[in-house]
């Protein structure tokens, strides 16, 4: 949509969310310079409020969502508040100076112009998704802490408490506690949670909001004020220059900047990364809603563009946020113009009424964030506790989700949000490496349970069915890397014991590393010297995987023929070499007679001779089709010297795909014969085929004339089929078993 195309919606959108925006924001402010005392209170809260016009109306301009609403938000506020508390305690900031605190500011802009930088170069580079890979558990149980920390950090303005006073020596003296600033900041808080529920029109953050207000101006006609707790403070609001680095510069004389630079850096990542999923969640979520499709890498750019002007002008970082977004859409904004005129309108607010923002008492803010922060407890972490406490069992992967969530929501209350996160994904990866680890055999079968599509005569299946146990197949499935090569090396190296043939399935085979080739060629010595074959499919010049196990001397170390186009061609080269051992095995290329077929088992000598007048002799030079699929042909074949393969085509990818083999001896085209359909499949000479060919009205006369021999005929074409199914379901069994 253009972007003038929709204004009065945009306008409406823009208006819904700068009133769910401007109370955040000034909260937000309120939080992240705790730590400079209550004096800076009025400062802070400016600092808030700036985001939300700075952030909010670039990254509208820039970014790649049309209906997000960018400003200040929970996460990115405590990083930069543990960031502004270290700063306070440092010792390379002069704790005597007069510009202590624009040093602080100017140090926490910093990290929040690195924050900006890093999400401007991971959309320029076009990073978009890579910032999407951290775990859910990971980000599940940093929202969990964040969630708890917000709550604990308003408790002591929500009851009234000086910031100086613990919570201990409040147990001790309840007097401390003021009891009608809880009763102001419970208000905002029930007035937040009923609104949401029964009254959809007004934001609830609003209604919250003027209720405490109402709540505390009305008590002070009769009571004293400072009963009822502190406001805000005097706000002076202005248009604020960008001067702060300019600041910082000029007072270099009173830190120790290059020991306090390093302590930036990792914040400063964390902020970008952080605002980074934030947004990109509040995109998903928008275009969930909307039906279009955001432009990641340029949600990034302007993500990062706004938190740059944030940073130059001392705001607090800003990005995209799902219930700002949502209450845009619903109220009927569709164009990125919509988060520029929210930006625009909460700038208009701040200046006409400003004076009037620092009148709103800190128990009020404190129950609007509270509120905030019991939103953000992750829904899954609550139902997965809530099963665990009624004894519902729950499998090992959702225990494991679970400790990762509370680790990670434990060191984030208990140590630092960037490190909490740094150890979640950690364990979250070290997890993953040993789930990945724990094998790659999808499944593991025998010679004797699956065979290959070679349809041999009877002889040398019950052979395969004695011997077959010596061929051995490992599907393998997933990366083939440091974490599960070896304990497949192990797998190998136990089922060899007592097998010949080694066929590695690579077909499901996602990636290979360094020791995933490794231990192919650990594996190709240890069979190798012992006189055994190790022979791999799907893994050939068309795999994606070749030219790296190529660079690696996998191919050198193996010979060619090892290396198979697909399983069964490894199989049925196994069984051919396994039949050549055990028993006088018959090349393809072996002329049979007819009475050496299956096909003519129980018949007297003088019922081959009448049955041998019927059929003609033919042949088919390699790479003919002896039938075609669809063809009205019923006449039934007899494979008396060659080989021919079953083939069936495929539609979508135009294609022929080998069902079956067929040696000397075999029969086919016994489907149309008995059922009188068309072919069912093509059939081509795969070497020079010589074939017997029973023609379907010599069929009938034989019926007719000698029934006890078409009795005898189909007899032994059921024999063949019901051999066939049984082979089939032995596979089908073997399979599924595994």
């Not at 021999?709 to 399979?735: F, G, Y």
């Amino acid at each position: 949509m253009r972007l003038f195309s929709n204004f009065k919606g945009d306008l409406s959108g823009g208006l819904s969310a700068a009133t769910i925006t401007l109370p955040l924001s000034i909260g937000y402010g309120l939080i992240a310079f705790a730590p400079l005392g209550t004096e800076f209170a009025p400062l802070a809260v400016l600092t808030g409020v700036y985001a939300a016009i700075f952030a909010g109306f670039f990254a509208a301009l820039f970014g790649g969502t049309p209906i997000q609403i960018t400003g200040p938000n929970a996460p990115q506020t405590l990083v930069l508040a543990s960031v502004v508390s270290g700063l306070a305690v440092s010792p390379h900031i002069a704790q005597e100076s007069d510009a202590r605190i624009v040093i602080i500011v100017a140090l926490a802009s910093f990290c929040i112009l690195l924050g900006g930088a890093c999400q401007l170069i991971f959309g320029k580079l076009r990073f978009g998704n890579l910032v999407k890979y951290v775990p859910y558990p990971v980000i599940a149980g940093f929202m969990n802490g964040i969630a708890i920390l917000l709550v604990v950090k308003q408790l002591k303005p929500l009851m009234g408490i000086r910031a100086d006073i613990s919570f201990f020596e409040v147990v001790k003296h309840p007097a401390t506690a003021q009891p009608l600033t809880l009763l102001v900041g419970f208000t905002t808080l029930l007035a937040i949670f009923l609104s949401k529920r029964f009254v959809k029109i007004i934001p609830a953050s609003l209604m919250g909001l003027t209720a405490g207000i109402a709540l505390y101006y009305g008590l002070q006609f009769f009571l004293a004020a400072d009963s009822l707790g502190p406001v805000i403070g005097d706000i002076e609001v202005k248009w604020p220059k960008p001067k702060i680095f300019f600041e910082l510069y000029h007072l270099t004389d009173h830190i120790n900047l290059w020991k306090i630079l390093p302590d930036l850096l990792i914040p400063g990542l964390f902020l970008g990364l952080i605002g980074s999923l934030e947004s990109l969640l509040s995109s998903v979520v928008s275009d969930n809603v909307t039906g279009t499709y955001h432009d990641t890498n340029r949600e990034l750019v302007g993500q990062g563009i706004g938190n740059i002007f944030c940073a130059v002008f001392g705001a607090l970082p800003g990005a995209g946020s799902i219930v700002r977004s949502m209450a845009n859409y619903n109220a009927g904004g569709r164009t990125r113009l919509s988060g520029m005129i929210s930006s625009f309108l909460i700038f208009l607010i701040i200046v006409v009424i400003g004076p009037q923002v620092g009148k709103i008492p800190l128990a009020v803010i404190a129950g609007v964030i509270i509120a905030v922060g019991i939103g953000l407890f992750d829904s899954w972490t609550v139902t997965t506790l809530r099963k665990l406490a009624l004894s519902i069992k729950q499998s090992k992967e959702v225990l494991g989700n679970l400790f990762i969530t509370l680790a990670v929501t434990f060191i984030t209350i208990s140590i630092n949000l960037t490190i909490a996160v740094g150890i979640g994904v950690a364990i979250a990866a070290t997890l993953f490496v040993s789930k990945m680890g724990k094998s790659v055999i999808k499944r593991q079968y025998r010679g004797d349970q699956v065979h290959s599509n070679n349809m041999r005569i009877e002889e040398h299946s019950n052979m395969l069915e004695e011997f077959g146990q010596h061929i051995v197949v490992f599907e393998l499935q997933g990366p083939l890397f440091f974490g599960s090569s070896e304990k497949l090396a192990l797998a190998i190296r136990n089922t060899m014991k007592n097998a010949t043939y080694c066929i590695l399935d690579m077909k499901r085979v996602t990636e290979i590393d360094g020791t995933g080739t490794n231990i192919l060629l650990r594996i190709s010595r240890m069979i190798k010297m012992e006189k055994k074959h190790l022979l791999i499919s799907y893994l050939n010049a068309d795999s994606p995987f070749w030219g790296f196990i190529g660079a690696m001397d996998v191919t050198k170390v193996l010979r060619k023929d090892q290396f198979f186009e697909d399983t069964d061609s490894a199989l049925e080269w196994s069984e051919d070499h396994l039949l050549g051992h055990v028993g006088e095995f018959e090349k393809s290329s072996t002329e049979v007679t007819l009475k050496q077929m299956d096909i003519a088992r129980d018949f007297t000598n003088q019922e081959l001779n009448t049955l041998q007048q019927l059929l003609t002799r033919r042949t088919f030079k390699k790479g003919i089709p002896i039938f075609r699929e669809g063809d009205e042909g019923r006449d039934l074949f007899f494979l008396k010297k060659g080989s021919v393969s079953i083939r069936a085509h495929l539609p979508e990818s135009n294609r022929l795909k080998r069902l079956y083999k067929y040696n000397p001896g075999a029969l086919f085209g016994e489907l149309a014969l008995l059922d009188g359909s068309p072919r069912s499949a093509d059939v081509w000479a795969d070497d020079d085929a010589e074939v017997y060919q029973l023609a379907v009205a010599d069929f009938k006369k034989l019926r007719k004339e000698k029934p006890e021999i078409a009795i005898k005929l189909i007899l032994n074409i059921s024999r063949e089929l019901s051999r066939r199914l049984r082979m089939s379901s032995q596979e089908v069994r073997a399979m599924e078993d595994n």
